[in-house]
Each structure stands twice: as structure tokens, then as C-alpha cells.
């Protein structure tokens, strides 16, 4: 499990300076991988990935059964097989973007303050590379996924039905008989403290198990959904007035297009760049990510609404 912040970079066990770990982009982006990782959640609410050409990728949006437009039938021995037509999903297209920040660090801030201005210009990138991330995620999945319920009460209440109001619209998912299986719940991180914090929801977790929120603070599993938080911010519109209930292996997917250049691979989607600028005594470190973010599936999700007032 990745830790923060992270440690120093060591060479031959000893510390390497601020000065080596730029001049190494393999260090850096390893570094930032670490950092974007625990920032971002996007990626692993559209599980799928796919390869861009010409700044753009198409694929279907599925709305149709997962069966055969026609039954099986009867074959009689030395029969023929019957045809049956299949179906389709309705052509798209997601247009790919490319999203960047640079930083800079000068050889003053390294001759005084080492890799701590190293380490507060790659917080800053992978602070960025994050909400971009997510931020394009949510809107997708918010603008494609229709299939709605309301909340029993507002989750905050004391007459909340929050564990009902889960399995329902995973029922809701699984009884459109399309073969999607839910494995996500998506709320804002002021929603989840308040789960996690839950007196009913507390009522139901074994006292004796030392997993309980209670002891270790972590709330990461709900009706057999992970459960995945981002602030608020992060959600379409900035609220967190609803939450998604998911299957993110069937949902979509995120495309991305190699545009070259000599950038190192940081993590799944980010990239990273060391550019060395003598002109102002500086290094300055770059991380972007180029990608599209695509629902296929929108049937694949359910959102809840009112879940927060």
C-alpha cells in the first residue's frame, strides 16, 4: 500500500539530492505516480481503457439486451441452424483533451530547502492531474447514467434508510437482466463521514470486530460496494447531494492517445516531464494527461438522489 507523503529516494542507501533525483525524469515520474495514485479515483470508476488515433475514439453506447434478439429453438437432427440478428449499440465518438501543469523549482529553493521544494511542486501537479481526473469522470458518468430513485430520507436523518436505499437500486441494476452486477457506491466525503458515523448503520457492525469504523476510522465497504469518496468539488455541479451506485467494470472506459515527446509514463494516465531551463537557474518539472472519459454502459449505474439536504 502506498504511503504519504512519501519517502526519500534513496541511492545506495543514502539520501540522493534534490539536484540527481531531477536530473533522473524516472525518479520523478515514479515519485508523482506515488503521489497522483493516492489522489485520484476516476480511473477506477471506468475500468475499461482504450487507445486514441486522430485525437478522438468512437465505440457504442449499449442499451440493448445482452441476449439474442430471438430465442434459441429446437434443432432436429441435420437441420439447419436459424439466424437471429443481434442488435447494436448507437455510435459515438469521445474526443480526446490534454490537460497540464508545469511547476518550477530554481536552484535557490534546492540550495536551501533540498527536495522539500521538489516534493511541494510534485503535490501541486498531482493535486492537479487528480481533479481533473475525477472531474471529468464524474461529469461523464453524471450526464450518462438517467436510471434514478429517490432516498427513503435524506441519509443525514434520523429517519434515513441508507442500507435500503442501497439495495434497491442495486436490485434495480441486476433486475434490468443486462448481467451487470453493482460493485461501487460514489458519494462525497461529507456523506461518508456521516455513513461512517451512522448510529443505525453502527448498530449493524459486529462490536468485537476490530475492522469496525469505530476503531480504525475507515469506512471502505457498504452492502458489498466499495465505497469511494471524493470532496464535493469534485462532483458535477460541486454538490453532494446524490450518490451512484456502480458497475465499474461494465460502465465505460478511458481512452488515452501517445502524443510522444520524451515524457515518462507516471501511474495510468498521468505523464510526467523534467525540463532543465539555464536561462533562469531552474528545473521545471511538468506532468499532463490526454485522455477521454466515455460511459458505454449507462445502464450499468443508479443514482440516488436527495441523499443529502
Known sequence: MSTFPPGSVSVSGSTVSASVFLSRPDFVARRL????D???????LLRGRASAEGGAVGYETAGESIFADNAPEVV??????????????????????????DSLVTD??????????????LNKLANSAGLVID???????????TNTTGAGAVW???????????????????????????????ISDTIWAELASNTALAALFARENLNNPVYTGRFSNLAGLDVVHVPAANLPG???????VLDTQNLGFIATEDLGGGYQRAGDLVESKVIRQDENDAWRLRARVNFAAAVTDPLAGYKITAVSA
Open 108 to 121: 535557490e529553493d534546492i540550495k536551501r530547502r533540498n527536495m522539500d521544494s521538489v516534493n511541494r511542486g
Open 135 to 145: 472531474q471529468a469522470v464524474t461529469a461523464a458518468i453524471a450526464s450518462a447514467v
Open 156 to 186: 443525514t436523518s434520523n429517519g434515513a434508510t441508507v442500507l435500503r436505499d442501497i439495495l434497491l437500486a442495486q436490485a434495480a441494476i441486476a433486475g434490468q437482466n443486462m448481467g451487470y452486477q453493482a460493485d461501487t457506491l460514489l
Open 76 to 101: 432436429a437432427p441435420g437441420s439447419e441452424y436459424t439466424l437471429t440478428t443481434t442488435g447494436a449499440g448507437t455510435p459515438a465518438v469521445a474526443k480526446v483533451k490534454k490537460w497540464g501543469k
Open 238 to 244: 460541486g454538490v453532494g447531494t446524490v450518490a451512484y
Open 38 to 44: 493516492l489522489r485520484y479515483v476516476g480511473s477506477n
Open 33 to 36: 505516480r506515488t503521489l497522483a
